[in-house]
């Protein structure tokens, strides 16, 4: 293996955690968001240091939050935590996915994490930190958690949990600096070393049982906390650099989903990439090698930011040498709620958990309108047949006190039903106000009198440089319209100028109604739900027209597109519509969606229009979605 330029402490990496799902056929240059190290030096990782010890890190959890769905338990702190020192003392359940050829390379980390049991002012803490402020998340530079919210990151390591990350306008699900395994001697602020994670994407996910992905990335993240590059080094792609470790075989670049073994590139076979190293991407992440072993234990014997961590006297310090008793304090009531996208509807479950401090022994839940109206559960789900706000009570309690929390919080009308039309042609003023828009980065879809291809209005997105957004229709109800081939068919018209590129282009989805998470939101992964190998329509194939302006479309600059609906789909669906113009430009001129409708039979193609050969594919549930994540926006598809 060939040495490499090895970045001192400071350099960032960033953890973009969206499913690679996103558009097929649409590539782009798919390297990390990095702050660029001003001076670079050769290195080896020493052999194995301290000796077979344990080393053991005091952690804490710092939750920026406002409240909802952000606001997760302490249950979900413990989980990421189980996760995290399984991965790093080789027990994780999942190893027997490790290819055989890569067995004899597995090594130990021999790494613990507790949380804290003292904070840095000597009082009492069980290592979670609720901080209640508008700064919920995180734009370009994430240094700014540590000097506004950090413990002394030379005695604790800091975890920030946020709501959202966003670097150079595209979202992240985490963050994590760079550590060298030998300080360089450079003087770097305190503020330079940090480690972020999107809410939704600690522990096991925010729901369902998402692959090893999702489940390992606070591992990953941690992995560059304490000196690990990525399985393919530093640059995006090519086999010209590595990542200066010698039982990681040399790889070309990011691995997608969980490759069938052997997956060959720079001449590394037979045995090819390490698709499943925990430093990769992929949906099959379950070791590290004993060279990576070698180069973390390096980095937390002598980086200066590190060193001091595991010391006897700080692990005293902060409380996690010995077993403490619960810290002897009145509970803090507190609690989460709602899914990812904060749309809650009436008449479908809502999922609450509590979020308290100081460990209490008893809740007492009170819901206003809602079903149940008590509750004594540690996470309740409750339902709340009228639209509107409502208040949530919590009471908590243990040996040394009550707590109360009182919210109010806000139930959207319920999802409604097509008329037997079975066609959504945005005339109707209350259903468009009912419309659920969903935005990542740009503006959201909105109904417009400017243009329609039947009645006055359609759905737009206007002329712009940069989206991910969508919407979702009502409910159509699939047991009205029975039979084999039946089809999704839609107006569209798009404008584009000459000048520029798009990276993006129009995804059709289904999910079940009032089900709004993160993942539905992108739409489903690669797997089993992939009903085509295309599963996006280009804006090249949906241009209606050339504009250099903001275009508005007249009559005979809208064309048709069907979609296949599965035979085997059946009650009640809602269509998602889901735009992405990943990076800046001046192309896209303004998209619009007409008379949305679904048609039973075989459907000849007239006029002036464009058939699609794609399947509308499926969410089903969200626990059995096979969801891949990836660590930087690289590739749509």
């Given at each position: 293996?060939?040495?490499?330029l090895t970045?001192i402490?400071?350099?960032?990496?960033?953890?973009?955690c969206?499913?690679?799902?996103?558009?097929?056929?649409?590539d782009w240059?798919?390297?990390?968001?990095?702050v660029q190290?001003?001076t670079l030096?050769?290195?080896?990782?020493?052999?194995?240091?301290?000796?077979?010890?344990?080393?053991?890190?005091?952690?804490?959890?710092?939750i920026i939050?406002?409240?909802?769905?952000?606001n997760i338990?302490?249950?979900r702190?413990?989980?990421?935590?189980?996760?995290?020192n399984?991965?790093?003392?080789?027990?994780?359940?999942?190893?027997?996915n490790?290819p055989?050829?890569?067995h004899?390379?597995?090594?130990?980390?021999?790494?613990?994490f507790?949380?804290?049991?003292?904070d840095?002012?000597?009082?009492?803490?069980?290592?979670?930190?609720?901080?209640?402020?508008?700064?919920?998340g995180?734009?370009?530079?994430?240094?700014?958690?540590?000097?506004?919210?950090?413990?002394?990151h030379?005695?604790?390591?800091?975890?920030?949990?946020v709501?959202?990350?966003?670097?150079?306008?595209?979202?992240?699900s985490?963050?994590?600096?760079?550590?060298a395994?030998?300080?360089?001697?450079?003087?770097?602020?305190?503020?330079?070393?940090a480690?972020?994670?999107?809410?939704?994407?600690?522990?096991?996910?925010?729901?369902?049982?998402?692959?090893?992905?999702?489940v390992?990335?606070?591992?990953?993240?941690?992995?560059h906390?304490?000196?690990l590059?990525?399985?393919?080094?530093i640059?995006?792609?090519?086999?010209?650099d590595?990542?200066?470790?010698?039982?990681?075989?040399?790889?070309d670049d990011?691995?997608?989903?969980c490759?069938?073994?052997?997956q060959i590139?720079c001449?590394?076979?037979?045995?090819?990439?390490?698709?499943?190293?925990?430093?990769d991407?992929?949906?099959?992440?379950n070791?590290?090698?004993?060279?990576?072993?070698?180069?973390m234990?390096?980095?937390?014997?002598n980086?200066?930011?590190?060193?001091?961590?595991?010391?006897?006297?700080?692990?005293?310090?902060?409380?996690?040498?010995?077993?403490l008793?619960l810290?002897?304090?009145?509970?803090?009531?507190?609690?989460?709620?709602?899914?990812?996208?904060g749309?809650l509807?009436?008449?479908?479950p809502v999922?609450?958990y509590e979020a308290?401090?100081?460990?209490?022994?008893?809740?007492?839940?009170e819901?206003t309108g809602?079903i149940?109206?008590?509750?004594?559960?540690?996470?309740?789900s409750?339902?709340?047949?009228?639209?509107?706000?409502?208040?949530?009570?919590?009471?908590?309690s243990?040996?040394?006190?009550?707590?109360?929390?009182?919210k109010?919080?806000?139930i959207?009308?319920?999802?409604?039903?097509y008329?037997?039309?079975?066609?959504?042609?945005?005339?109707?003023?209350?259903?468009?106000?009912?419309?659920?828009?969903?935005?990542?980065?740009?503006?959201?879809?909105?109904v417009?009198?400017l243009?329609a291809?039947?009645?006055n209005?359609?759905?737009?997105?206007?002329s712009?440089?940069?989206?991910?957004s969508?919407?979702?229709t009502?409910i159509?109800?699939?047991?009205?319209?029975?039979g084999t081939g039946?089809?999704?068919?839609f107006?569209?018209a798009?404008?584009?100028?000459?000048a520029?590129n798009?990276?993006?282009?129009?995804?059709?989805?289904?999910?079940?109604?009032c089900?709004?998470e993160?993942?539905?939101?992108?739409g489903p992964?690669?797997?089993p739900y992939?009903l085509?190998?295309?599963?996006?329509?280009?804006?090249?194939?949906?241009?209606?027209?050339?504009?250099?302006i903001?275009?508005?479309?007249?009559?005979?600059?809208?064309?048709?597109?069907?979609?296949?609906i599965?035979?085997?789909?059946?009650?009640?669906?809602?269509?998602?519509?889901?735009?992405?113009?990943l990076?800046?430009?001046n192309?896209?001129?303004?998209?619009?969606?007409?008379?949305?409708?679904?048609?039973?039979?075989?459907?000849?193609?007239a006029?002036?229009?464009?058939e699609?050969?794609?399947?509308?594919f499926q969410?089903?549930q969200?626990t059995?979605?096979p969801?891949?994540y990836?660590?930087?926006?690289k590739?749509?598809?």
């Open positions: 293996m060939k040495n490499i970045s402490a400071g350099f960032l990496y960033f953890l973009l969206i499913p690679n799902s996103a558009f097929t056929q649409i240059q798919k390297q990390c968001g990095t190290p001003s030096s050769l290195m080896q990782p020493d052999t194995i240091v301290n000796g077979d010890s344990v080393i053991i890190i005091p952690t804490v959890f710092h939050t406002q409240g909802g769905a952000g338990s302490k249950s702190i413990n989980k990421a935590m189980q996760i995290l399984q991965d790093f003392s080789r027990q994780n359940p999942d190893t027997f490790i055989s050829a890569f004899p390379f597995r090594g130990n980390p021999k790494v613990e507790r949380l804290a049991r003292i840095p002012q000597g009082n009492c803490t069980d290592g979670i930190e609720r901080i209640y402020s508008p700064q919920t995180a734009i370009d530079n994430y240094f700014q958690m540590q000097p506004n919210f950090s413990w002394d030379t005695r604790y390591l800091n975890i920030y949990i709501n959202w990350i966003d670097f150079n306008n595209f979202p992240l985490g963050a994590a600096s760079y550590v395994p030998i300080d360089s001697g450079q003087n770097y602020p305190p503020s330079n070393d480690l972020l994670s999107g809410y939704y994407m600690l522990g096991d996910g925010f729901i369902g049982v998402p692959p090893a992905g999702v390992h990335s606070l591992s990953h993240e941690i992995g906390n304490i000196g590059w990525h399985t393919w080094g640059n995006p792609s090519g086999c010209t590595d990542d200066d470790v010698a039982d990681t075989p040399l790889q990011a691995s997608s989903n490759p069938v073994f052997p590139s001449n590394n076979g037979p045995d090819g990439d390490m698709f499943n190293n925990f430093m991407y992929g949906d099959c992440l070791m590290f090698t004993e060279g990576q072993v070698d180069r234990r390096t980095c937390l014997a980086n200066e930011w590190r060193e001091t961590l595991w010391t006897p006297s700080n692990l005293a310090a902060t409380g996690i040498d010995t077993v008793p810290c002897a304090n009145t509970p803090v009531a507190d609690f989460g709620y709602g899914n990812y996208n749309w509807c009436a008449g479908t999922q609450f308290s401090t100081w460990s209490p022994s008893s809740y007492q839940w819901f809602g149940p109206a008590t509750s004594t559960d540690t996470f309740p409750v339902i709340f047949p009228d639209s509107g706000f409502h208040s949530v009570k919590l009471i908590v243990n040996s040394f006190g009550t707590d109360t929390s009182f109010l919080i806000r959207e009308p319920a999802e409604v039903n008329t037997s039309t079975m066609q959504e042609s945005f005339e109707d003023s209350v259903f468009n106000l009912q419309i659920a828009p969903w935005t990542m980065l740009g503006k959201e879809w909105e417009t009198n243009a291809f039947s009645g209005n359609s759905i737009r997105l206007d712009s440089k940069q989206y991910l969508s919407f979702f009502h159509y109800d699939l047991n009205q319209v029975t039946r089809k999704l068919a107006k569209v798009l404008g584009l100028s000459l520029g798009i990276n993006g282009g129009l995804r059709v989805i289904w999910k079940q109604p089900v709004y993160r993942y539905e939101m992108w992964p690669n797997g992939k085509h190998p295309d599963e996006i329509i280009s804006p090249d194939s949906l241009k209606t027209a050339t504009s250099n903001a275009f508005i479309p007249n009559a005979s600059q809208w064309d048709s597109v069907f979609l296949d599965p035979d085997t789909l059946s009650g009640e669906v809602q269509f998602g519509f889901i735009w992405a113009n990076t800046p430009t192309k896209f001129k303004g998209l619009y969606i007409d008379d949305i409708k679904v048609l039973a039979g075989t459907v000849g193609i006029e002036n229009t464009s699609f050969n794609w399947s509308v969410i089903l969200p059995n979605l969801f891949h990836l660590e930087i926006i590739k749509w598809k």
